[in-house]
């Protein structure tokens, strides 16, 4: 069984930065990945990180601004956000798969979500 805890969500003025973490239980061998989803609007892919770390992918709308990172002996992926924007204002999921994709249906195992708010 897996389990997906996020934090580090919170309120920040656009221009200003976050770090958020996924905390995971079991096994820890999984391409790891965050979505995000604002009000009314469907559930988009920001990154991907392979089990080893040795490849991303990016959202083009987080390209430059966002790094993801995980250390795998600490079971924790990082997404750090620089840069925010009122746009990035979305609650944030960790997610975890086998395959390797940037679509919801890909993904095995998901977290609960934590809350990001960018003021203008």
């Known amino acids: 069984q897996v389990q997906l805890v996020e934090s580090g969500g919170g309120l920040v003025q656009a221009g200003g930065s976050l770090r958020l973490s996924c905390a995971v239980s079991g096994r820890t061998f999984y391409n790891m990945a965050w979505f995000r989803q604002a009000p009314g609007k469907e559930r988009e892919f920001v990154v991907v990180?392979?089990?080893?770390?040795?490849?991303?992918n990016y959202a083009d709308s987080v390209k430059g601004r966002f790094t993801i990172s995980r250390n795998n002996a600490k079971n924790t992926v990082y997404l750090q956000m620089n840069s925010l924007k009122p746009e990035d204002t979305a609650v944030y999921y960790c997610?975890?798969?086998?395959?390797?994709?940037?679509?919801?249906?890909?993904?095995?195992?998901w977290g609960q979500g934590t809350q990001v708010t960018v003021s203008s």
């Open positions: 997610a975890a798969a086998f395959k390797w994709g940037i679509y919801p249906y890909v993904y095995d195992y």
């Open positions: 990180i392979s089990s080893t770390g040795s490849m991303t």
